[in-house]
């Protein structure tokens, strides 16, 4: 009672100083705006912005400006007289299912001015009333119907924000218009936008915004190069990651990847028990800031808890967006004796550049089970480098739209960024080019360029070949193409423009991956987080209002798109358990389940795993096993080309089922592709924030 009862007496206090506003108003707005500075000062830093708030729905009658430093706005200025509609003190009152951690505090925002707009800059921190319970009171107007959400949030010490996790229903919350002096304060529970229809919390992590994320990952096999395995064993340690600089907005988080136990949680006191195979993920969130100035100690405990030995890093040592730190363990006991040496690598995510993001709404994890299994086009309608290929080639505008002529749900597209930074459309990392005029009769005579190492001017100048059986054969460079939906390297851009909304789009984010037995698929040279900020920069300007949906073979693409924003779902795209190539070196990408491990770990949309994995008996259950935890899974594959496989993929319960050649393979049944409708294409509108 004693915190309701301050609480109380800190907002008549706030609302006399108002009143004293008020009264100077018809002299001076400059000396009432002074008087709401002095009452705000002399509140928290917390506390300000909750209090400006309901200061400003009393200054309002005055006219009196709100200052930049405390500024939400307030939607009661635009409204009309003579709408009859009044001002009314609107409480809010939400209730927790567990306490806050004791840094965290409840917010909330919404579709007015005074509830913030959606951003997370001008949000309306609540009070706290008692371990589980939160509360507020706005002036709003009575008569509108009003749309909000609610989040948890932690203040650096810089005093920004970070969205620890927050209300992501499809739809947000509705506060209803009601009689002045009758509008009544139901309790919300936190994560339950409406009991009636689903009891179901829906709540996840936020997006970035003022802070970053590192990832140090145990992902590999050989990362410890022991000295004496009698003094330590990598086969039975424990491992914990201790920050050295406490500071506000700094919060280890770790991921032990096993089937429904993946998510990201504080660490034990005397770290995680880690062996050969395991797959062990530290997530460390850190202010901008404090990048440069923060160290980090890695200690090893055996499992009886005894302190073995630590290593030291700092955040300087991250040269770029991912690396390998080489690490030197030295011995508690012996602090000049090395342990072992660790190669680990490492992750670095920065926010979205661009333009701010806001809590209007999410698609990240939209996809109802109502939708059916869906056909998606491989590289629109199938690849085309090969015998017997289609007509139109693939990754281009024609073959796209030839997929929706068929029916094709949705068309799966590869990005990858060119020298100067434009995302154009192409399978592989290079292509095999000659020189103008040079006559070109056997496959070494050809050139092998990569696409980051040329500019998109030269690229549409280049000519193109193929080797197939052994024949070399030439296709027309983008610029000798005279038909404009057939040109090679299309931009990414002209595809979001020139598709028809009703045409969903699987972004693939090509990204090269190292093999199980050395070497790389290419050479990748460009920064990972720039990569990730220009593909997304054109998708949330040009690709919104249609279903689309992020995949990369790359788990930490994957991390960074999940991550970076808060509109578009992410897919990790796997080839599992194949004999049709070798295996990645990440372990999460080896078979099926260590797949929706990581997706689970870091709340993506589901997989996109290859077809070999799921000839078996139980592919069924495994695909229910994804379900269980509340994944999609896209199957994708050379053997999902036939009529029959179309079925059987269908049957034993994938989400949708990427395949060549829509125009041999959809089914017979079929009349129009399902996103074909005004109805739900409407549910996208939600996306476009431009």
């Known amino acids: 009672m004693g915190s309701v009862a301050t609480n109380l007496h800190k907002f008549l206090a706030l609302r006399y100083c108002c009143q004293g506003a008020l009264s100077l108003s018809g002299t001076s707005n400059n000396s009432g705006n002074c008087i709401i500075k002095r009452c705000l000062k002399q509140q928290g830093l917390a506390q300000r912005a909750r209090f400006h708030a309901q200061c400003a729905a009393y200054a309002d009658a005055a006219s009196i400006t709100a200052d930049d430093n405390y500024a939400t706005g307030n939607e009661l200025l635009e409204a009309a007289p003579s709408t009859g509609c009044k001002p009314t003190l609107r409480q809010f009152n939400v209730r927790l299912q567990t306490a806050l951690a004791a840094e965290e505090q409840l917010a909330l925002t919404g579709d007015v001015k005074a509830l913030g707009e959606w951003q997370l800059s001008r949000c309306v921190p609540l009070d706290r009333l008692d371990e589980l319970s939160w509360q507020t009171t706005v002036r709003l107007q009575s008569c509108r119907q009003i749309e909000y959400r609610y989040f948890v949030y932690v203040e650096d010490a810089a005093g920004n924000k970070q969205i620890r996790r927050w209300e992501t229903h499809f739809k947000p919350r509705l506060l209803l218009p009601c009689p002045e002096q009758q509008c009544n304060s139901p309790v919300d529970a936190f994560g339950i936008a409406n009991p009636l229809e689903n009891t179901q919390s829906q709540v996840h992590r936020g997006w970035l915004n003022h802070e970053a994320i590192v990832q140090l990952k145990f992902n590999g096999e050989k990362m410890f190069q022991v000295h004496d395995i009698e003094t330590f064993d990598p086969q039975h340690v424990q491992l914990k990651i201790v920050p050295v600089e406490q500071s506000s907005g700094l919060h280890v988080e770790y991921s032990k990847q096993l089937y429904g136990r993946s998510q990201l949680q504080l660490q034990p006191q005397f770290g995680v028990p880690y062996t050969k195979g395991d797959i062990v993920i530290f997530h460390i969130t850190l202010p901008l800031e404090q990048m440069m100035l923060q160290h ?141 005029g040079k006559q070109i009769e056997k496959p070494d005579q050809l050139e092998y360029v990569l696409i980051k190492d040329i500019n998109y001017e030269l690229l549409k100048r280049l000519r193109i070949f193929s080797v197939i059986n052994g024949k070399v054969f030439e296709y027309p460079a983008h610029n000798a193409e005279p038909r404009t939906e057939h040109r090679i390297f299309p931009r990414l851009v002209e595809v979001l423009q020139q598709l028809p909304k009703s045409l969903g789009i699987d972004v693939e984010i090509k990204w090269p991956q190292r093999r199980q037995g050395g070497g790389s698929e290419a050479e990748q040279t460009i920064d990972k987080n720039f990569f990730a900020d220009r593909v997304l920069h054109e998708v949330i300007r040009y690709g919104c209002g249609r279903p689309l949906i992020f995949s990369s073979f790359d788990a930490d693409m994957c991390t960074m798109l999940r991550f970076k924003q808060n509109i578009f779902p992410v897919m990790f795209l796997t080839q599992g358990e194949t004999k049709k190539w070798q295996p990645f070196s990440d372990l999460r990408t080896r078979n099926f389940m260590a797949a929706v491990n990581n997706a689970q770990a870091f709340e993506l949309a589901g997989t996109a795993p290859h077809a070999e994995d799921f000839l078996g008996e139980n592919a069924a259950q495994m695909l229910q096993q994804a379900r269980d935890q509340g994944q999609i899974a896209v199957i994708w594959g050379d053997d999902c080309n036939s009529k029959e496989r179309v079925q059987y993929f269908t049957q034993i319960g994938a989400t949708a089922t990427c395949y060549d050649r829509s125009d041999l393979y959809m089914p017979e049944a079929k009349q129009r592709a399902f996103f074909n409708s005004s109805a739900l294409l409407a549910e996208f509108e939600g996306q476009c924030r431009i």
């Not at 363990?329 to 000049?336: D, L, N, V």
């Not at 480098?385 to 990754?395: G, L, S, V």
């Not at 399978?427 to 000659?434: M, Q, S, V």
């Open 296 to 436: 980090f100690r890695l200690e090893c405990y055996s499992l009886d808890h005894q302190l073995l030995g630590s290593a030291t890093l700092n955040a300087a040592q991250l040269t770029g967006s991912e690396g390998l730190l080489q690490l030197h363990i030295k011995s508690a006991q012996r602090p000049e004796e090395t342990l072992a040496r660790l190669r680990l690598p490492y992750v670095l995510v920065q926010p979205y550049q661009y333009s701010p993001l806001d809590f209007k709404t999410t698609y990240a994890h939209y996809w109802p089970r109502s939708w059916p299994n869906l056909d998606v086009g491989h590289r629109g309608n199938g690849k085309s480098y090969i015998a017997e290929a289609p007509q139109e080639r693939e990754n281009t505008i024609a073959s796209f739209l030839s997929a929706h002529a068929h029916h094709a749900d949705m068309v799966e597209l590869d990005v990858h960024l060119t020298a100067d930074g434009i995302p154009v459309i192409y399978h592989d990392f290079g292509l095999r080019t000659a020189p103008p």
